[in-house]
T-cell receptor
Framework: AQKITQTQPGMFVQEKEAVTLDCTYD???????LFWYKQPSSGEMIFLIYQGSYDQQNATEGRYSLNFQKARKSANLVISASQLGDSAMYFCAMIQALGRLYFGRGTQLTVWP | DVKVTQSSRYLVKRTGEKVFLECVQDMDHENMFWYRQDPGLGLRLIYF???????EKGDIPEGYSVSREKKERFSLILESASTNQTSMYLC?????????????FGEGSRLTVL
């Protein structure tokens, strides 16, 4: 069974609009962390945001926020005021207490003018 | 600046050759990972290591082995490369212990096996 599910293979958004990228996860561990990474066409993995399972507040980093709904096992990424440079592949990932790190299959985001 | 360095950005090898992919980190991280990335499949874990000489199989270890003789270096070995191992290989390193946000990636190594 997949540990991380990203149900949107592709998403389109107009510049300056907000977009939500979905991520659900599966774990029975009480201690875990959730990441979002951006991968442009150059291939590098760029860290965007991290949420620990015990963090009380949703993580935010500039235009990125993580909508963490623990009971639903959901960790959606919200990008506000999209920019053309946000066009990239986005990966959700989960790290567990023993260190194993799982990734989803990714969502290709396209921002159009 | 945190650095995870992968030895080669691009490699072209022939079927049956032995291939070494090296990854070095300078942050004294306990955990190191090797992934392969293929279109539509995301990143799949090949092996990870949580300490020197310690390793665990990931989801797709077949055809690969690893070596971690020193804390900062984690090598991925393809004993006899095959065309289905043509892929992008990504190394990552992170802190051990409780989950944390300290996790960093190398730039990737794109391997083509002819």
């Amino acid at each position: 069974a997949q540990k991380i599910t990203q149900t949107q293979p592709g998403m389109f958004v107009q510049e300056k609009e907000a977009v939500t990228l979905d991520c659900t996860y599966d774990t029975s561990d009480p201690s875990y962390g959730l990441f979002w990474y951006k991968q442009p066409s150059s291939g590098e993995m760029i860290f965007l945001i991290y949420q620990g399972s015990y963090d009380q507040q949703n993580a935010t980093e500039g235009r990125y926020s993580l909508n963490f709904q623990k009971a639903r096992k959901s960790a959606n990424l919200v990008i506000s005021a999209s920019q053309l440079g946000d066009s990239a592949m986005y990966f959700c990932a989960m790290i567990q207490a023993l260190g194993r790190l799982y990734f989803g299959r990714g969502t290709q985001l396209t921002v159009w003018p | 600046d945190v650095k995870v360095t992968q030895s080669s950005r691009y490699l072209v090898k022939r079927t049956g050759e032995k291939v070494f992919l090296e990854c070095v980190q300078d942050m004294d991280h306990e955990n190191m990972f090797w992934y392969r990335q293929d279109p539509g499949l995301g990143l799949r874990l090949i092996y990870f290591s949580y300490d020197v000489k310690m390793k665990e199989k990931g989801d797709i270890p077949e055809g690969y082995s690893v070596s971690r003789e020193k804390k900062e270096r984690f090598s991925l070995i393809l004993e006899s490369a095959s065309t289905n191992q043509t892929s992008m290989y990504l190394c990552a390193s992170g802190l051990g212990g409780s989950p944390s946000g300290e996790l960093f990636f190398g730039e990737g190594s794109r391997l083509t096996v002819l």
